[in-house]
């Protein structure tokens, strides 16, 4: 359907595992931003089966949260369709919310909420939980000065780039620069918002 200006997919879809039981069912809603498929769409679950707050993963708007978005973007890198949309990340996302229901816990794990979320997200993808190596990565892929292979690595370490932080680099390509601008200003606010609470107190 085309509503508010933006092109709609709904309907329903089934949770059915590899022995072709069903488990479950959804009604669902898919908006398709303006600029698909260079975007990922947006989903809502509209049925009320799944309450809307932070800990079953619902954004304030009532969109479902079905990862941090870089990782929608390298989940779906080999092209943003509407069949690899839902096989990739919907029907993962509302398998999820079956089986936390029925066993208390997401199958998988889960990311934080918010800031604590993204930041897990980039430590796992740089293999580094030290805040200036993170930022010395964005800041690589941001402005365009990633090292040659053979040059030292970014990060400071004493290592060749293709032997440090090269599969990192990698793995983050198929991020756009907007979003990665923007979960970089994300985390830095964070950052530092954190240091002056710090130093009030102190």
């Known amino acids: 359907v085309f509503k508010d200006n933006f092109w709609h997919l709904v309907g329903s879809v089934d949770i059915i595992d590899e022995f072709g039981v069903n488990w479950d069912n959804y009604q669902i809603k898919i908006l398709f931003p303006h600029d698909f498929p260079n975007a990922v769409p947006i989903m809502y679950e509209t049925g009320g089966r799944i309450e809307q707050n932070d800990d079953n993963h619902i954004n304030p708007g009532g969109s479902?949260?079905?990862?941090?978005p870089a990782l929608e973007m390298i989940i779906l890198k080999k092209g943003i369709t509407i069949s690899?949309?839902?096989?990739?990340?919907?029907?993962?996302?509302?398998a999820n919310q079956t089986y936390k229901e029925k066993t208390g816990d997401y199958a998988n794990g889960e990311f934080g909420h918010g800031v604590?979320?993204?930041?897990?997200?980039?430590?796992q993808a740089f293999d580094n939980d030290n805040q200036l190596v993170i930022f010395k990565g964005f800041e690589a892929i941001i402005l365009n000065k990633i090292?040659?292979?053979n040059d030292p690595c970014f990060c400071g370490a004493e290592e060749k780039f293709k032997n440090c932080?090269?599969?990192?680099?990698?793995?983050?390509?198929?991020v756009s620069r907007k979003i990665l601008i923007k979960d970089f200003q994300?985390?830095?606010?964070?950052v530092e918002q954190?240091?002056?609470?710090d130093n009030n107190k102190n």
């Open 165 to 174: 932080h090269l599969k990192s680099i990698e793995y983050l390509s198929p």
């Open 64 to 68: 479902c949260c079905l990862s941090v």
């Open 147 to 149: 090292p040659g292979r």
């Open 116 to 123: 604590s979320g993204l930041y897990q997200f980039y430590t």
């Open 84 to 94: 690899r949309f839902l096989e990739e990340l919907a029907i993962p996302f509302l």
């Open 194 to 197: 954190i240091i002056k609470n």
């Open 186 to 190: 994300v985390i830095k606010n964070a």
